[in-house]
C-alpha cells in the first residue's frame, strides 16, 4: 500500500538519490518501531518519484501512519537544510539579485552561512534548529492530508516563511558584501597615500592602552607633536570619521619609515586595519621594556610583522 510519494524534478535527479538514501535508513528505524515501509525510487523522463510503501500485513495504519509521516518529515527536513538550503540560497542570489560572477556568489553565500548558523541567543536553540523543526512541522501536516507532493514546489509555495527568511538573509549578505567591498577599496586607497608619500621620520611607537586610547611616540619615546606635519584627513575621501580613521590620519601624516604598534590586544580591528594599510612598515608588539611599564603585562617578549 502507498502511504505518500515525493516527486522532483529530473534536473533535481541527485537530490532525489540522496534523499531516497536517507528515507530509506529511517525505514530500518521505523521497521524496528513496530512501523514496517520501505521506499522506492522511480525516475521517469521529466521526474524522479520516490514512494514510500507500507508493508502489509504487519503495518497497521490507524497505529503507524502518524509515525511514518513524523519520521519522514524529520529526515525530510534535515535534507532540505544539509543539501536544498544552499542552492535555494543560491538561486535567490543569481535570479533576483541577479549576481553572476562566482567569487562573487561565493563570498555573499559565506555571508549567509554566518547569519543561518549562529545561536540567535544564549536561551534560544540555534538558528538551523528553529528552521529543522519548523520546516518538519509543515511537512508533517502536509502528509497528514495528502498523499502527493512535489518537493520544489512544497518549498518554494508553502514553506513560505522559511523562503522569506531565506531572501532577508540574502539581502543581508549582499549588504554585507558591498560595504566589504567598499572597505577593501577604501583599504587600497589608503595603501596608495602611504605608497605614494615620502617618509618623515625614521619610527614611531604606537601605544595601545585599550579600546580606543593610543599615544604616539617616536624613536626616542617622547610624544609626537602631529600639528608639525601636515595633516591628511580622511573627510577628503568623504568618509565618516571615526576614533580607527583618526589614527590611520595621524600616521598616514606622521609618515613613519617603520611603526612599531605595542598593543595587548592583536586581534582588535583597528590593530588589523593599521597592519593592513601600512603592510611591511608596521610590526607589533606585545611585550618589550618600552611597553612594559606603560601597558602592563607579562615579561614574554613577541615582536613580529
Known amino acids: 500500500m502507498e502511504l505518500f510519494a515525493l516527486t522532483l524534478p529530473k534536473n533535481c535527479a541527485a537530490f532525489a538519490d540522496k534523499l531516497y538514501v536517507r528515507l530509506s535508513l529511517s525505514a530500518r528505524d521505523l521497521h524496528t518501531a513496530g512501523h ?7 525516475s521517469y523522463k521529466n521526474h524522479v518519484t520516490l514512494r514510500c510503501l507500507a508493508l502489509l500485513p504487519e503495518f497497521q495504519l490507524n497505529e503507524s501512519s502518524s509515525a511514518v509521516y513524523r519520521l519522514a518529515a524529520d529526515t525530510m527536513a534535515a535534507f532540505i537544510l544539509d543539501e536544498m538550503e544552499q542552492k535555494l540560497l543560491r538561486d535567490i542570489i543569481t535570479g533576483h539579485y541577479r549576481y553572476e560572477d562566482e567569487v562573487d556568489v561565493s563570498s555573499i553565500e559565506q555571508y549567509c552561512r554566518q547569519v543561518l548558523d549562529q545561536p540567535e541567543a544564549a536561551d534560544l536553540p540555534r538558528s538551523r534548529q528553529r528552521r529543522q523543526h519548523k520546516i518538519a512541522d509543515s511537512l508533517f501536516h502536509y502528509l497528514e492530508q495528502h498523499s502527493e507532493m512535489n518537493l520544489i514546489g512544497f518549498i518554494r509555495f508553502r514553506l513560505t516563511d522559511y523562503m522569506n527568511e531565506l531572501r532577508e538573509v540574502a539581502e543581508y549578505a549582499i549588504d554585507e558584501f558591498i560595504m566589504d567591498q567598499q572597505y577593501q577599496e577604501f583599504i587600497s586607497l589608503l595603501k596608495y597615500f602611504v605608497y605614494i608619500q615620502e617618509t618623515k621620520i625614521p619610527v614611531a611607537h604606537l601605544m595601545h592602552r585599550g579600546g580606543n586610547e593610543f599615544t604616539l611616540y617616536n624613536e626616542q619615546m617622547n610624544p609626537i607633536d602631529t600639528e608639525q606635519f601636515d595633516g591628511f584627513t580622511l573627510e577628503l575621501l568623504d568618509k565618516e570619521i571615526n576614533f580607527e580613521d583618526m589614527i590611520v590620519s595621524t600616521l598616514i601624516s606622521v609618515s613613519p619609515q617603520k611603526i612599531v604598534i605595542h598593543t595587548r ?41
Request: hydrophobic fraction near 30%.
Open 265 to 305: 590586544d592583536p586581534e582588535e580591528q583597528v590593530i588589523k586595519t593599521i597592519m593592513q594599510i601600512f603592510e611591511n612598515r608596521a610590526m607589533i608588539c606585545t611585550y618589550c621594556k618600552l611597553c612594559g611599564t606603560v601597558l602592563g603585562g607579562k615579561n614574554k617578549d613577541q615582536l613580529y610583522p
Open 36 to 42: 514496517p515501509v520501505r521506499f522506492e525510487c522511480d
